[in-house]
């Protein structure tokens, strides 16, 4: 039998979800995921207050002393507007010996850092694109090595901001211009790396000593137009109207190549391992048509929604959403901050297998 929890759910506090949904279209709210958690988590007995973080961690501390939950429910991905501050918000946490769900800091630093993440995948020998990283105020100096086409998107922000088709380009002058984009319209160094062409796959993952590997998934861009590229633009991610013109829709990955299937989820349990992951995080590759996987990037903390990529595949492995939500749970009840970081640090070798 579950034990009944007080559980403090940390959202942003422009998507606190409204008591009410009646005349809502759900499927077009900002704070679905958020609606999605506090309803699922409710549905399981816990009692559940949402708190809206904005810029203020008293905020927490006083419902922390007030209402004394058992757990904090961490849906929070920036905080006062920076991205990579959240992982602040989490350390306060621990300060507070408050049990938390999701990712650990330092999990959280190094994955938000696309730059760093890549080096540290790269020196353990984990196949990524060739990169290079253009902080705001420099002016890029291409490698003659770093062929194009060149994919150039920010350093650290999330949810494909500032990814379009354009984020795709084809020689200097794109280059500089699209870099020049990323400094002055999402304000964040710029991240080049080379383009793969190819499908767009992702692995979930929960846990911390002991893995779940999730079914991989794939973000079916098989029907855009001839002339577009095969990325997750902001568009692609965002606007149900294009999504639904150009048969978008996410699931579990079909017909891919003898072995493939394998080794991503292989490639997904060393990236987060070799990040020091924690709690629940999703792992995104690139298919080439030579049958050659590439990781992107890691997301801990990715978007839990009930209809979205992780709850799916996630139900596919015999998870439905309620026994997620419980899982996400007791992970955090059961983790110690320090024995979770012993446990995920990597050891200096060059070696990789396992």
Not at 56 to 71: A, Q, S, T
Not at 113 to 133: G, N, R, S
Not at 230 to 255: L, P
Request: with cysteine; hydrophobic share 40%; net charge neutral.
């Amino acid at each position: 039998m579950t034990k009944k929890l007080r559980v403090m759910m940390l959202v942003h506090a422009d998507l606190v979800p409204p008591d009410s949904v009646e005349g809502v279209d759900l499927s077009a709210a900002e704070w679905r995921a958020e609606y999605d958690v506090v309803t699922g988590l409710r549905e399981l007995g816990h009692e559940v207050l949402a708190v809206g973080v904005r810029d203020d961690l008293l905020v927490i501390r006083k419902v922390v002393e007030d209402w004394k939950p058992h757990i904090a429910f961490n849906l929070l991905e920036e905080f006062s507007g920076v991205a990579i501050y959240d992982q602040n918000v989490v350390s306060y946490l621990e300060l507070l010996g408050m049990p938390y769900t999701g990712c650990n800091p330092r999990g959280l630093m190094l994955a938000r850092d696309k730059a760093l993440a890549k080096k540290i995948l790269h020196y353990h020998q984990i196949p990524i694109p060739e990169f290079m990283t253009v902080p705001v105020g420099r002016s890029v100096k291409r490698p003659k090595e770093l062929s194009f086409p060149l994919f150039v998107k920010s350093v650290s922000e999330e949810a494909s901001l500032g990814i379009s088709q354009a984020s795709i380009v084809e020689d200097d002058a794109k280059l500089q211009e699209r870099v020049a984009f990323i400094h002055q319209s999402v304000g964040s160094g710029a991240l080049v790396e080379r383009y793969i062409e190819g499908r767009e796959l992702y692995c979930g993952l929960l846990g911390h000593r002991r893995l779940q590997v999730l079914p991989v998934w794939e973000l079916d861009l098989s029907q855009m137009p001839a002339e577009s590229r095969r990325i997750a633009t902001d568009r692609v991610k965002w606007s149900r109207k294009y999504q639904s013109k150009y048969g978008i829709v996410s699931g579990e990955a079909r017909e891919l190549p003898e072995g493939v299937a394998k080794r991503t989820q292989d490639l997904a349990r060393r990236v987060y391992r070799a990040l020091g992951l924690s709690g629940y995080a999703r792992v995104d590759f690139r298919l080439n048509p030579a049958g050659e996987v590439y990781v992107l990037e890691a997301n801990p903390n990715p978007q839990i929604a009930k209809h979205e990529d992780f709850a799916q595949s996630a139900d596919r492995a015999g998870l439905p959403y309620p026994a997620l939500l419980q899982r996400i749970l007791d992970m955090g009840l059961r983790r110690h901050p320090h024995a979770v970081l012993s446990n995920l640090t990597p050891q200096p070798s060059l070696h990789t297998s396992e």
